[in-house]
């Protein structure tokens, strides 16, 4: 098989840096057309229920993701670095992670907490996707598995958005509801502090380079067809597959 970027000259760190900004303003969620209805105030309470109960599946298995990762990781440094992450979505037992302050908005929404954990309602589009994140991170190098978490490059920007955007439009949010979101705009930023300096540092070749690329590209691609799954169910032609949740409202 050709290695894609076999050849061709290596790029600077900084050349590196600016073909993986790039690849988020061509492809990164905020552009997806679920996400324009939901920060703009055009969806129903339950689609927007739709939309959390989906996106749990994708909070709760982030630290199965790092969990799979860390084990990889071959210095005393560099899981010390990675283990923040799973404290940050797992908790440490005094204070909430991530995915509990997820099933906080779940249950400000009026979503039985039973019913969310146990998955049954979650689209099989959604479990696809998010499962293909952590094979990738099993089955890619430890340099892809990294490159793939980049996307947080882009998140403070969408989560900026969502939460003016939702807190502005609907009645039946607040900003406890959304809480979820504020602690990600200072631990995002420090978890791309370290992977993409990593990230700019190992990637040598522009054959790793082009892996590096591929897997935020692939990073986009799952978090994309997450909202074409919702998009489908719940919007246009607006079908549920067997078994899915069904909004009352
Ligand atoms: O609200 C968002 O749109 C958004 C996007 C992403 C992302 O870009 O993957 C993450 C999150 N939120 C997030 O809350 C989060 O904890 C997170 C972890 C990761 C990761 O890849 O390790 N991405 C994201």
């Known amino acids: 098989m050709a290695v894609e970027g076999a050849g061709l000259q290596a790029l ?15 492809r990164y969620h905020i552009l997806h057309p679920f996400h324009r209805l939901l ?10 229920q739709a ?4 996106r749990y599946y994708y909070q709760a298995s982030i630290p199965r993701k790092d969990a799979t990762l860390l084990a990889r990781l071959p210095t005393t440094a560099l899981r010390r670095e990675w283990r923040r992450r799973l404290e940050d ?3 440490d037992g005094s204070r909430p992670g991530g995915v509990e302050r997820w099933l906080a908005l779940t249950d400000g929404l009026g ?3 039973d019913y969310v954990t146990s998955l049954a309602g979650i689209l099989p589009g959604t479990v696809f996707a998010v499962d293909a994140y952590v094979h990738f991170v099993r089955d890619r190098t430890v340099l892809e598995a990294i490159a793939s978490s980049l996307t947080e490059m882009f998140s403070p920007g969408i989560i900026s958005e969502r939460v003016s955007g939702m807190l502005r439009h609907y009645d039946f949010v607040s900003e406890t509801t959304l809480a979820y979101f504020t602690p990600r705009l200072t631990q995002a930023p420090r978890d791309v502090e370290f992977a993409l300096g990593y990230v700019k540092e190992h990637a ?3 054959a790793e380079q082009e892996a590096v690329l591929a897997a935020l590209r692939f990073k986009c691609d799952l978090l994309w067809a997450q ?3 919702l998009h489908h169910a719940y919007v246009s032609p607006g079908l549920p597959p067997p078994g899915a949740f069904r909004p009352s409202a």
Request: overall charge negative; cysteine-free.
């Open 227 to 229: 909202l074409d799954a």
């Open 39 to 48: 920060h703009d105030g055009r969806l129903s309470k339950g689609q927007v």
């Open 89 to 91: 979505h797992d908790g």
């Open 51 to 54: 939309w959390a109960l989906n």
């Open 12 to 26: 600077s760190p900084d050349e590196l840096e600016a073909r993986l900004r790039a690849i988020g303003e061509e």
């Open 204 to 206: 040598r070749t522009r």
């Open 111 to 113: 979503l039985d907490r």
